[in-house]
Nanobody
Framework: QVRLVESGGSLVQSGGSLRLSCAFS????????MGWYRQAPGKQRDFVAH???????QYADSVKGRFSISRDNAKNTVYLQMNNLKPEDTAVYYC?????????WGQGTQVVVSS
């Protein structure tokens, strides 16, 4: 049983930075592709970034150069460093874990960027 708990969401001014964390409870964390998605009010949930077990990363075009995903396999935690935040980054951010056909989601953490 995998459990994902996000933290770090907050209200921040445009141009500011935040670091989100996702704590993974369960087995075989290092085998999972860990990712972040976000959902703005009234919109669909969109891909933000992910990191594979081999540390390969992928980012949505809208966050390239501003966001950085990383993982600490010793702590079973994945991070999303968000810099130069914009009002359009306002959303609930969800952690995602995928391995061998299994997909898991956290409950989300709210990020609000004021202009």
């Amino acid at each position: 049983q995998v459990r994902l708990v996000e933290s770090g969401g907050s209200l921040v001014q445009s141009g500011g930075s935040l670091r989100l964390s996702c704590a993974f409870s369960g087995s075989f964390f290092s085998l999972y592709t860990m990712g972040w998605y976000r959902q703005a009010p009234g919109k669909q949930r969109d891909f933000v970034a992910h990191m594979t077990p081999s540390d390969s990363t992928q980012y949505a075009d809208s966050v390239k150069g501003r966001f950085s995903i990383s993982r600490d396999n010793a702590k079973n935690t994945v991070y999303l460093q968000m810099n130069n935040l914009k009002p359009e980054d306002t959303a609930v951010y969800y952690c995602n874990a995928v391995w061998s056909g299994r997909q898991n989601w956290g409950q989300g953490t709210q990020v609000v960027v004021s202009s």
